[in-house]
């Protein structure tokens, strides 16, 4: 019996032992796992060994935009991190913020197999707020550092613009080295991929397309139109830019210019100068002007450095024009009292010519920033 006893006491105590050394390993391997320095080196060991799946497991979400796997494993392809074969983590900084959240930040270069980097970027763990087994400290990785920061977009000042279906948020517009006549929007942080982009200007053709994030940036001012309203409406300018420009020329007076001229006022006065001697020579009597037929050509948007935001366009304007005057000749006859008989002839000079208009549109309507025309009849 007592043997017994002896032999049951001796296994309870190597129960024991054996339960303590286990518990001990456990416990150091559950301390060890239970670092950021551990988090981090896994995370990035999966990445390199194309595991993202496993990855996005590790991942924290709580501060980011959530990503779905999927959208989590498109960014990992087009980042390509298992094409490295090793990698060098730095520690940059611990810190904790108001909420009592702690963090590590971690500066990574990624290298290729001959030990050169190829690739730097900075990545943050997060402490979780459930402890494993209730005693060991868990850390995931932060989602930021794969998605797509400061994506620059720009468009034609005044554009209203909606990424899947959500306007803009007026927060993202940045105006360094920015044209006044362009509206730049740099965006913190997308989820990596595609989004569809409407873009809604007053004078220009909408734009609906697909916003491809992994581009970076995208530019969308050398690719807009005019719209036909607009279009119709420069035209509509033209036409009465002339009429005006003429109808003062007959007139011999400049002060009803000023209005639609108020950019180019001087050179018009100019114009309508020069025409008025032609219209009003000594030989002969100006009847009237009237001009027809018009046709407008329209060049390339140019998006300018102008402070109040012009958008220009050239208009090359074709008209019709026909002048008649009153011509007095001698028909080479004598009346009674010897006096020279003359005679009066309406004449008509009619040919086509063209003008070119530098059209502008700020402040919401269109202005003429320049007119050049021709002295008629040519």
């Not at 740099?186 to 569809?196: A, E, R, V």
Request: with cysteine.
């Amino acid at each position: 019996m007592k043997v017994f006893k002896r032999v049951l006491v001796k296994s309870i105590v190597l129960l024991i032992v054996i339960a303590l050394a286990a518990g001990g390993a456990a416990g150091l391997r559950g301390y060890r796992q239970s670092t950021a320095e551990y988090a981090i080196d896994r995370y990035l060991t999966m990445l390199i060994d194309n595991n993202g799946a496993k990855a996005y497991t590790m991942l924290d979400q709580s501060e980011d935009t959530v990503m779905t796997e999927e959208e989590y494993l498109s960014a990992l392809e087009a980042r390509k991190y298992s094409l490295y074969s090793s990698f060098n983590i730095k520690e940059t900084e611990k810190r904790r913020d108001n909420n009592g959240n702690e963090y590590t930040d971690y500066h990574v270069e990624f290298l290729d197999a001959a030990g050169a980097v190829q690739q730097e970027e900075d990545f943050t763990a997060k402490k979780q707020a459930a402890a494993v087994l209730g005693i060991f400290d868990k850390w995931n990785i932060m989602s930021g550092h794969c998605m797509i920061k400061n994506f620059r977009l720009t468009v034609p000042a005044g554009s209203e613009v909606y990424l899947n279906n959500q306007k803009a948020d007026a927060s993202w517009l940045v105006r360094d080295g920015i044209l006044a006549s362009c509206d730049c929007y740099q965006i913190p942080s997308l989820i990596p991929g595609k989004y569809s982009l409407v873009i809604r200007h007053p004078i220009l053709e909408s734009v609906n397309a697909t916003l491809d994030s992994f581009d970076e940036n995208a530019d969308y001012t050398g690719s807009m139109t005019l719209k036909k309203s607009a279009q119709d409406e420069c035209k509509e300018i033209g036409v009465n830019a002339l009429k005006k420009l003429y109808s003062s020329a007959a007139s011999e007076k400049t002060d009803d210019l000023e209005e639609l001229f108020a950019d180019c006022l001087d050179s018009v006065k100019k114009l309508a100068k020069n025409q008025a001697k032609v219209f009003h020579k000594e030989d002969a009597v100006f009847k009237n002007v009237a001009v027809s037929g018009f046709a407008a050509q329209l060049g390339d948007l140019v998006f300018t450095e102008e402070e109040n935001g012009a958008i220009t366009v050239e208009m090359t304007f074709s008209y019709h024009y026909v002048v008649k005057e009153d011509v007095t000749t001698d028909t080479g006859e004598y009346d009674e009292d010897g006096a020279s008989i003359q005679q009066t002839e309406t004449k008509s000079h009619s040919g086509d010519a063209k003008a070119k208009l530098q059209m502008s549109f700020y402040e919401g309507a269109w202005h003429i920033a320049s007119m050049e025309a021709p002295v008629i009849p040519e």
